[in-house]
C-alpha cells in the first residue's frame, strides 16, 4: 500500500516508540504493511477514569463490528494512558491492535475515533480487545477506521492501581476480509517411501497440498485478487518430523511451533512442505498437520504469526488474515521392498579383485549399486529383478559382505565372497597350440573312419594351484558319443601347480561314414569355469579340421 498514512503520535505519557517497517507479503494484493510498536507503562502518575469498559471476553472483529460493551464499576477511578494517531487515508482503513503485558495485573486496550472522552468511554468507540493481558498473555483486536478520521489507542488498568506494562503492535491495511477454508474435505499429502533418502523427498508444494482438499479447492474469499496459502497451526511429531522450503528445495528447514503461533506458507513454485519419518516408520501418519488458509495479507512467507483472540468469531485467526476454519492434512509413508541376496558366483575371488561375479537375490531396481567389502564393485549390471553382474573392487584377505542397495533398501550383512590370495584359472588347448572355449565347440573334418588320436593340454595360468576335482582316474569325462567311441588316457597331474600344465589324451574311432561327435568335461576348483565342458564335432569326410577358438574365462 505505500505509505498511506501519517502517523502524529501524542499521549499523556510515553516511555518508548520504535516504528517497525514490515516487508509485504510475497505475492499479496498489498505489497506493504506498516506496523507501529507502542510500549509503556501504567502507573500512579497517569490519569484516571471514572470506571472503564466491561470486558465481555469477546475481541473485537473488522468484519462484524462490536457494540459499545457499556462501562463498569462506575464510581472506581482506573488509570489509563492514550496514543492518539492522524490518518490522513483517503478511504476507510482496518486497524490491527495486538498486544500483551508482562506483568502479573492485567491491561486492556480498547480504540476511539476523535479524541478519547475518559467521562464518556462509548464516544468514538471502534472496538475492545474483549479480555485484558496478564503475563505475557497475546490479546488483540481488529476494527475499521473510517477514512480521514484519527483515532486513539487507550491503554488502562483493569483492576483499580493495578499497573503493568503494555506493548502493542498496530496494523493498518486496505480492508480486508478473512479467507474461507471448507474443511469438509480430506487434504493429504503425497505418499512416501520407507527411509526414503533426504534428496528424494522433495515433499508437496503448497498450492499441490490445497488441491487435494474439499472439492480441490477449498479456499474462498470475497476479496478481490486475494491470493492463498496456508498457516500451519500444529505439527505431529510422533512419527517423524517436518520440514518446509521457500526456495525450491535449496533449503529444508524443520518446522517448530509453540502452540500460539502459525507458520505462513504462500502459495508458490518455490514453496513446500515434507515429511521425514522416523528410521523404519510404515504407515498412514493421520493429522500430521493442522493448517488454517491464509491470504497472505499480512505477515511473511516463511515465518511465523503469533495467533490472537482476535480472529472472525473471535477465534485464533489471526484478524483477518487467516481463516477461522482449520483442517488436517494425512501423509502415507508405504512399506519399501526389501532387497535380499541369496549367491554370489564365484563365491571367491583373488583380493586384487577384477572377477567378473553374478549376484542373485529380489528386488533388485534399475540403479542398483553393489559394494564388495564395503567397496563399491564396477560394471554393474542389472539383468532383472533377481540378477545383477558385475567386476569386484580389491579386497581384504578373507571374507566379505556382499551388499546391494536399491530405492533405498539394503539387503542384511552377510559372508557370501571370501577374498584368496591367489586363485587358480583353467585353460585347455589342442595340440599344444589351439584354445579350446568352455561351453563351446571343436571341430575336425576328413578324419575318415580309422581311429585318431586328439592331444590336450591343461594349463594352469592362474596364481593358485589348480585341482582337478573329479572321481580319482575319471578327471576327463566322455559322455553323449554318437556314431563314434572315446578312449581317454587321463592326465597324469591332479593338482596342477601355478603356470604348469599336465596333458590327457583321447583315441576317436568313428563308427561310421559321415558326422560324428561327443561331449568332454573336466572337474576342476577355477570357480568360474568349473566344469570345463565342450563339444566335438566330427565328420569322416569334408575339409580340413580345426578348433574351437579363444581361450580363458568364458564369462
Excluded at 487435494?212 to 496459502?229: K, L, M, N, Q, R
Excluded at 481463516?323 to 488436517?328: G, K
Aim: glycine letters at 14%; hydrophobic letters at 35%; proline letters at 4%.
Amino acid at each position: 500500500m505505500g505509505n498511506l498514512f501519517m502517523f502524529d503520535v501524542i499521549r499523556s505519557k510515553m516511555l518508548a516508540l520504535a516504528l517497525v517497517a514490515i516487508a509485504g507479503a510475497v505475492g499479496s494484493s498489498l505489497s506493504a504493511q506498516a506496523g507501529t510498536n507502542y510500549t509503556g507503562v501504567l502507573d500512579a502518575t497517569d490519569p484516571t477514569q471514572d470506571g472503564r469498559i466491561f470486558r465481555d471476553g469477546v475481541p473485537s472483529n473488522a468484519t462484524t463490528p462490536k457494540a459499545y460493551p457499556a462501562i463498569f464499576n462506575a464510581g472506581t477511578t482506573y488509570n489509563y494512558e492514550v496514543v492518539t494517531v492522524t490518518n490522513t487515508s483517503a478511504t476507510p482503513i482496518q486497524l490491527q491492535v495486538i498486544f500483551f503485558n508482562t506483568s502479573a495485573n492485567s491491561i486492556h486496550v480498547s480504540v476511539h475515533s476523535g479524541t478519547y472522552d475518559p467521562m464518556n468511554q462509548g464516544t468514538g468507540y471502534l472496538g475492545d480487545s474483549g479480555s485484558s493481558s496478564s503475563n505475557s498473555g497475546f490479546r488483540g483486536l481488529s476494527c475499521t477506521v473510517p477514512a480521514s478520521t484519527n483515532y486513539e489507542l487507550v491503554f488502562f488498568t483493569a483492576s483499580p492501581a493495578a499497573f503493568g506494562d503494555y506493548d502493542a503492535t498496530v496494523f493498518e491495511t486496505a480492508p480486508n476480509s478473512a479467507p474461507v477454508l471448507d474443511n469438509s474435505g480430506t487434504p493429504a499429502l503425497t505418499a512416501i517411501a520407507q527411509d526414503l533418502p533426504g534428496g528424494s523427498n522433495t515433499g508437496d508444494t503448497i498450492g499441490a497440498l490445497i488441491a487435494t482438499g474439499a472439492a480441490g479447492d477449498p479456499i474462498t474469499d470475497p476479496d478481490s485478487g486475494a491470493v492463498e496459502g496456508l498457516g500451519v497451526t500444529s505439527v505431529d511429531t510422533t512419527n517423524g518430523t517436518w520440514e518446509f522450503t521457500i526456495d525450491g528445495g535449496a533449503n529444508w528447514n524443520t518446522i517448530t511451533l509453540s502452540g500460539t503461533d502459525a507458520l505462513l506458507l504462500a502459495d508458490n513454485a518455490n514453496t513446500s512442505i515434507r515429511f521425514v519419518p522416523n528410521a523404519s516408520f510404515t504407515g498412514t501418519q493421520t493429522a500430521g498437520i493442522t493448517f488454517r488458509a491464509w491470504d497472505q495479507t499480512q505477515g511473511l512467507n516463511g515465518e511465523l504469526m503469533p495467533l490472537y483472540d482476535i480472529g472472525n468469531g473471535g477465534n485464533q485467526g489471526n484478524a483477518s488474515a487467516l481463516s477461522d476454519a482449520t483442517e488436517d492434512a494425512d501423509i502415507t509413508v508405504n512399506a519399501q521392498a526389501t532387497v535380499t541376496v541369496t549367491a554370489i558366483a564365484p563365491s571367491s575371488g583373488d583380493i586384487g579383485g577384477g572377477q567378473t561375479v553374478t549376484i542373485t537375490g529380489t528386488e533388485f531396481g534399475a540403479s542398483s549399486t553393489v559394494t564388495i567389502g564395503g567397496t563399491a564393485a564396477t560394471g554393474v549390471v542389472v539383468n532383472s529383478a533377481t540378477s545383477i553382474t558385475c567386476v569386484t573392487p580389491a579386497g581384504s584377505l578373507g571374507m566379505a559382505s556382499v551388499i546391494v542397495t536399491s530405492n533405498g533398501s539394503s539387503n542384511a550383512t552377510n559372508t557370501l565372497y571370501t577374498y584368496v590370495t591367489g586363485v587358480p584359472e583353467i585353460a585347455v588347448l589342442r595340440d599344444g597350440t589351439t584354445n579350446i572355449t568352455d561351453g563351446g565347440t571343436e571341430s575336425q573334418n576328413s578324419t575318415g573312419t580309422a581311429a585318431f588320436p586328439a592331444n590336450y593340454t591343461i594349463q594352469n595360468t592362474g596364481t593358485a594351484v589348480l585341482n582337478l576335482t573329479g572321481v580319482s582316474g575319471m578327471e576327463v569325462v566322455i559322455s553323449g558319443e554318437t556314431n563314434c567311441s572315446v578312449i581317454v588316457t587321463q592326465p597324469t597331474t591332479v593338482a596342477i601347480g601355478a603356470s604348469s600344465s599336465t596333458t590327457f589324451n583321447l583315441q576317436v574311432t568313428p563308427t561310421a561314414a559321415g558326422t560324428f561327435s561327443f561331449s568332454v568335461s573336466i572337474a576342476n576348483d577355477d570357480s568360474d569355469e568349473n566344469p570345463f565342458n565342450w563339444t566335438f564335432n566330427g565328420n569322416t569326410a569334408g575339409g580340413s579340421g580345426g578348433g574351437g577358438g579363444g581361450g580363458g574365462d568364458d564369462g
